[in-house]
């Protein structure tokens, strides 16, 4: 048996959770330019769960691969988004199974108590807005990391 090195630890999936604004903010940062079908959208009113399945690009690996002049990567991963009360978006195509969207933030606007609404900003004119109790965010990764199809990074102003 071999001690674990650095770069293992780096490809260990992710499995984040978020409480507040601040976790919020990372997981955003994560899954920014992750691309999904219409279809892997998901909401369980009776869970009180929305979840979507996504294919994020791997930020948390950028500044290696650039080093090691070696491909980008993306992996699958989950964001699922518990006690939601209500879902509702605006500029997408439910019937369109072959619409693509890509996720450009996901913002908090508190309310009173904790509660308030969770803002998925998607490119172009769309937008998903869930009502939720309380900040409640997980993402998970539940593949191994692949190349990235276009070999590059997305533009990810810092």
Not at 11 to 26: H, R
Not at 54 to 73: I, S, V, Y
Not at 114 to 127: E, F, I, K, N
């Amino acid at each position: 048996m071999t001690d674990a090195s650095f770069h293992d630890g780096r490809e260990a999936p992710l499995n984040l959770g978020a409480e507040d604004t601040d976790d919020l903010k990372v997981i955003s940062t994560l899954t920014q330019d992750a691309v999904f079908p219409v279809t892997e959208m998901t909401w369980q009113p009776s869970k009180r769960r929305f979840g979507l399945l996504l294919n994020r690009f791997r930020w948390e690996d950028k500044d290696a691969a650039a080093r090691r002049d070696r491909p980008f990567e993306r992996v699958q991963s989950v964001l699922v988004f518990d006690s939601v009360l209500s879902v509702a978006s605006q500029g997408i195509d439910r019937s369109d199974k072959d619409m693509i969207l890509s996720l450009l933030s996901v913002d908090f606007e508190a309310g009173e108590d904790g509660s308030g609404q969770m803002l998925l900003t998607l490119a172009g004119d769309g937008a998903i807005l869930l009502k939720v109790e309380a900040v409640d965010a997980t993402l998970k990764d539940v593949t191994r990391p692949y190349l990235a199809p276009s070999g590059q990074a997305p533009h990810h102003p810092e």
